[in-house]
């Protein structure tokens, strides 16, 4: 969601902000903006409506155009919730006097209160948004005598809800001062040769880390912490002023590095990165040679594992359906009952949560507000709790007793393509490795799995090599507005990340559902203008589908079929088909997701869509 920057040092700050802000488009937003002290010590801001390169010609009010110049500043990109993108709802936002400058990630729950007790007070307000009341409170506290730093602080204690806030004042001595508050929103420092650096992820300290070639150290806020950044060094405080003696984590250029090694999106890069994902993903949990899982960050003891008695999988979104594939196998090889829920419901209820109970939570960003919560929710039930997560040291990684990682490096797409099939992968793990401890799983079984998920990664990259069908099915089916995707079993919630990546990326309306259903409701939308995906490998619920797939064509619906390869009778049943190797039917979830993708791209490319950042949506969703 909501990125920001903030810079101070011997640098022209402009640049390095601008820069920063361009590596967090990916996060999705809908308007940009920077403040920057200028050489007489003013505070000067300038704001676009849309893409952050409209800040390269952006007019402040009756003020020059960029850039502006001067050696420290914040920048920010905003994903409305309280106010719609407008150059006034955009930050900045400053106090009365246009001295104080304030970006910020989350939410001020009581915003209304406070605005309405400063407006009493004579503070001028331009904007809808919630933010606005941090610069005015700020400002009280000053005009009630204290300094910058006390009146920054003081702030943390009255606004409420989880945010990131960093503010910069033009009368306080180059000092830039972050503040992490709960949950919501990351904020990251680090100073390097005379220059700090704030960010709301690790990508907006690219400028300063690349600069030695060796990256450098950042430290990650905590809630209730702050971070008072100038040329000379970072000082951690509390939200009380007493120093923090903070543990600072190396960080290398490649970390943070964004390319799209010659792809057209970074959405399509990293559909290809996938069979390299699904090998960094086993390597070190498989033995190949022994057939065994052996999965060392699970923080519990045999025993421990041993006393589950049942398994609650919670994410939202894409993560969601890999919880949803996830108790298929947990189910099916770990022996245990499971569920699967959005996080987001999960939260609100008072589930039986008990010791024996494992939850795993699963989130690529490690930051998404439901998921978090839920997380909150289960540690104060004594249930144990591991998350699957790719961003280390994120919200739920702190949260869960252990972390299994996707290892997928960065993801840029807004739309999650290989985080997904890496959740798949760990699942398959998690499942296998519960199944061997409980001695659920035969040494054979078990070997048979690992021998499976060995072949992975070259079935993958098989079905990489040759895409072209897919440019074709796309000219045939990017007309379409409706889009019905149907599967069973397993394959049930692939059909409705299918769906979920067509609608995000290509706005076309997409319902994925588990085609047992379709007779009880969908099957009334079915004629000429909708089309159909019927995801239907060759396993024990073939017929089943099938069946489904001539219910469609009964009605004149147009069906494309994602099949096993050599499975010709199907040809003859639908309009086109998409094949897919042949494979034990818990690991079809990962080949069956590859066509759902590319189809989706190609179709959301021919349509002009912005493919990487989808109007809307955000890459990590740090708010209710
Ligand atoms: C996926 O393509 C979506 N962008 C979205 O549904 C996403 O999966 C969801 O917001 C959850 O994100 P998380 O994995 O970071 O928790």
């Known amino acids: 969601m909501c990125g920001i920057v903030g810079y101070v040092g011997d640098r022209q700050a402009w640049p390095i902000i601008l820069e920063g802000l361009q590596r967090l488009e990916y996060r999705g937003y809908d308007s940009a903006g920077i403040a920057?002290?200028?050489?007489?010590?003013?505070?000067?801001?300038?704001?676009?409506?849309?893409?952050?390169?409209?800040?390269?010609?952006?007019?402040?009010?009756?003020?020059?155009?960029?850039?502006?110049?001067?050696?420290?500043?914040?920048?920010?990109?905003?994903w409305a919730t309280h106010g719609r993108p407008s150059f006034d709802n955009g930050h900045p936002h400053t106090d009365c006097r246009g001295r104080i400058a304030v970006v910020h990630n989350g939410i001020v729950e009581n915003f209304t209160s406070l605005k309405a007790r400063l407006q009493d007070a004579g503070h001028e307000f331009v904007s809808e948004t919630d933010t606005e009341v941090i610069?005015?409170?700020?400002?009280?506290?000053?005009?009630?005598?204290?300094?910058?730093?006390?009146?920054?602080?003081?702030?943390?204690?009255?606004?409420?809800?989880?945010?990131?806030?960093?503010?910069?004042?033009?009368?306080?001595?180059?000092?830039?001062?972050?503040?992490?508050?709960?949950?919501?929103?990351?904020?990251?420092?680090?100073?390097?040769?005379?220059?700090?650096?704030?960010?709301?992820?690790?990508?907006?300290?690219?400028?300063?880390?690349?600069?030695?070639?060796?990256?450098?150290k950042v430290g990650f806020l905590?809630?209730?912490?702050?971070?008072?950044?100038?040329?000379?060094?970072?000082?951690?405080?509390?939200?009380?002023?007493?120093?923090?003696?903070?543990?600072?984590?190396?960080?290398?250029?490649?970390?943070?590095?964004?390319?799209?090694?010659?792809?057209?999106?970074?959405?399509?890069?990293?559909?290809y990165e996938q069979p390299q994902v699904v090998a960094s993903v086993l390597r070190n949990r498989v033995n190949f040679q022994h057939?065994?899982?052996?999965?060392?960050?699970?923080?519990?003891?045999?025993?421990?594992?041993?006393?589950?008695?049942?398994?609650?999988?919670?994410?939202?979104?894409?993560?969601?359906?890999?919880?949803?594939?996830?108790?298929?196998l947990v189910e099916q090889l770990g022996g245990l009952p499971a569920e699967a829920e959005s996080a987001s419901e999960f939260r609100y209820r008072d589930p039986f949560l008990d010791e024996h109970t494992l939850v795993v939570s699963i989130a690529q960003s490690g930051e998404t507000a439901d998921t978090v919560a839920a997380m909150e929710m289960v540690r104060s039930t004594g249930a144990r709790l591991v998350t699957i997560c790719?961003?280390?040291?994120?919200?739920?990684?702190?949260?869960?007793?252990g972390a299994l990682y996707m290892r997928s490096g960065i993801e840029i797409g807004?739309?999650?393509?290989?985080?997904?099939?890496?959740?798949?992968?760990?699942?398959?793990?998690?499942?296998?490795?519960?199944?061997?401890?409980?001695?659920?799983?035969?040494?054979?079984?078990?070997?048979?799995?690992?021998?499976?998920?060995?072949?992975?990664?070259?079935?993958?990259?098989?079905?990489?090599?040759?895409?072209?069908?897919?440019?074709?099915?796309?000219?045939?089916?990017?007309?379409?507005?409706?889009?019905?995707?149907?599967g069973r079993g397993i394959n049930a919630s692939i059909a409705m990340e299918g769906a979920l990546k067509l609608k995000e990326i290509s706005y076309i309306h997409a319902e994925g559902y588990a085609a047992g259903e379709m007779k009880h409701g969908p099957i009334a939308l079915i004629d000429q203008r909708m089309a159909t995906l019927a995801v239907v490998p060759r396993n024990s619920l073939y017929d089943k589908m099938v069946g489904n797939i001539?219910?469609?064509?009964?009605?004149?619906?147009?069906?494309?079929?994602?099949?096993?390869?050599?499975?010709?009778?199907?040809?003859?049943?639908?309009?086109?088909?998409?094949?897919?190797?042949?494979?034990?039917?818990?690991?079809s979830p990962m080949l069956a997701t590859i066509p759902m993708q590319l189809l989706a791209y190609h179709i959301a490319v021919l349509r002009g869509c912005d493919v990487d950042q989808p109007r809307n949506l955000a890459k990590s969703v740090t708010v209710e």
């Open 291 to 328: 057939g065994k899982v052996d999965l060392a960050e699970m923080p519990f003891t045999e025993e421990e594992v041993k006393s589950f008695q049942r398994v609650v999988l919670i994410g939202c979104g894409t993560s969601l359906h890999a919880a949803q594939v996830g108790r298929y």
């Open 36 to 78: 920057v002290v200028d050489a007489e010590g003013v505070m000067q801001v300038r704001k676009t409506v849309g893409k952050v390169d409209g800040l390269a010609t952006a007019n402040g009010k009756g003020m020059p155009p960029a850039p502006l110049h001067g050696n420290m500043g914040l920048g920010h990109t905003r």
């Open 414 to 486: 807004v739309a999650s393509t290989k985080t997904f099939i890496a959740s798949l992968t760990v699942l398959s793990l998690l499942g296998a490795y519960l199944g061997q401890t409980r001695g659920f799983l035969s040494a054979e079984e078990v070997r048979r799995l690992v021998d499976e998920l060995a072949q992975c990664p070259r079935l993958m990259g098989d079905m990489l090599t040759d895409t072209s069908q897919y440019q074709r099915l796309a000219r045939r089916f990017n007309g379409y507005q409706n889009f019905l995707y149907l």
């Open 550 to 587: 001539l219910e469609v064509k009964a009605r004149d619906g147009m069906v494309l079929a994602l099949a096993t390869e050599g499975d010709k009778e199907i040809v003859s049943q639908v309009d086109e088909v998409l094949y897919m190797p042949g494979c034990g039917e818990l690991l």
């Open 390 to 401: 790719n961003v280390e040291g994120s919200q739920t990684t702190r949260l869960a007793e």
């Open 135 to 216: 610069p005015h409170i700020i400002e009280e506290g000053m005009d009630q005598g204290l300094c910058f730093e006390e009146a920054f602080l003081r702030m943390g204690r009255i606004v409420q809800g989880s945010q990131a806030i960093t503010a910069t004042c033009q009368d306080c001595q180059d000092t830039i001062w972050a503040m992490r508050l709960g949950h919501a929103g990351g904020i990251v420092v680090a100073h390097q040769d005379g220059q700090g650096i704030v960010g709301s992820d690790l990508p907006a300290m690219l400028p300063i880390l690349r600069q030695s070639g060796v990256g450098g």
């Open 222 to 271: 905590d809630s209730g912490e702050t971070a008072q950044v100038t040329r000379e060094g970072v000082k951690y405080r509390d939200l009380d002023g007493r120093f923090i003696d903070k543990r600072l984590q190396a960080v290398s250029p490649e970390d943070v590095l964004i390319d799209k090694g010659g792809y057209r999106h970074f959405m399509l890069k990293e559909i």
